[in-house]
């Protein structure tokens, strides 16, 4: 009698194990791809330049304010940016958190992200400057970006 039960759960216990790992398998997968499809250089109509970097990290460059910026051609700026900010970032489950760092501190932000193959849409709900309170975004709006390159 054992050896049946024994024989009749067996393919349960298989069933859920397979079940279960390919759940957490799915999962990392999608959060993986999410992080690959932001890497790249990103740029705004009004001269906002992201690049995002494999390994985690990227730069910041706001263009408009640069003496000679083109929104036609921002090659010249980006290779040499007067003042670029960079920083460490991560992606997870549609969020974007950036932590960027000053010669006097940080700001951390967070940002719903949509990505797609050559559009990113970041929208900021929250920031704090060094680690200090979080500031809520009480109207949080999109801004698009253009895969640039």
Known sequence: MRKN????????????????SSCSSDDSDEQKETSKSIVGEWISKDG??????TNGTGRYI???GEPGYDPEYPQAIIEHP???????????????????????GYSVYVCDVVVSEDVLQL??????????EWIIDSKPSWKTYLRWK
């Open 48 to 53: 906002i330049y992201y690049q995002f970097r």
């Open 62 to 64: 706001s263009l408009s």
């Open 5 to 20: 039960l024994y024989w009749a759960f067996l393919p349960v216990v298989l069933v859920c194990c397979f079940v279960i």
């Open 82 to 104: 007067n003042d670029p900010y960079e920083f460490e970032y991560n992606v997870k489950d549609g969020i974007l958190t950036m932590k960027e760092f000053y010669s006097d």
């Open 123 to 132: 929208r900021q709900t929250k920031y704090n400057d060094d680690g200090g």
